[in-house]
Nanobody, 126 residues
Framework: EVQLVESGGGLVQAGGSLRLSCATS????????IGWFRQAPGKEREAVSY???????TYYADSVKGRFTISSDRKNTLYLQMNSLKPEDTAIYYC????????????????????WGQGTQVTVSS
């Protein structure tokens, strides 16, 4: 059974930092696409960052470039280091996974991911 469990969220002042973790189980890390998404109240879920399993290349939403860093231990844990946090970063953050398969796929489309964690709340106060 595929499981994704996020942790590390919390309340932080603007300019502060948090490190999110996503502990995974039930699948081979290198065989899956794995990324971070977030959803703020009243807004659609949006892509934050993604790391390629085969070459380690990273992708970021424009809104977080230069502030967030995605990484993994290449075994079972995904991380998101978030620096210089802004109030607009307030959201529930989710990690998501999808088995790597041939065909059309895009890292920043939530609908392409089959598995989701329960999310962790990040609140940034001004």
């Amino acid at each position: 059974e595929v499981q994704l469990v996020e942790s590390g969220g919390g309340l932080v002042q603007a300019g502060g930092s948090l490190r999110l973790s996503c502990a995974t189980s039930g699948f081979t890390f290198d065989d899956y696409h794995i990324g971070w998404f977030r959803q703020a109240p009243g807004k659609e879920r949006e892509a934050v960052s993604y790391i390629s399993s085969d070459d380690g290349f990273t992708y970021y939403a424009d809104s977080v470039k230069g502030r967030f860093t995605i990484s993994s231990d290449r075994k079972n844990t995904l991380y998101l280091q978030m620096n210089s946090l802004k109030p607009e970063d307030t959201a529930i953050y989710y990690c998501a996974a999808d088995p790597i398969q041939p065909g059309v796929w895009s890292w920043d489309v939530p609908g392409y991911y089959d598995y989701w964690g329960q999310g962790t709340q990040v609140t940034v106060s001004s």
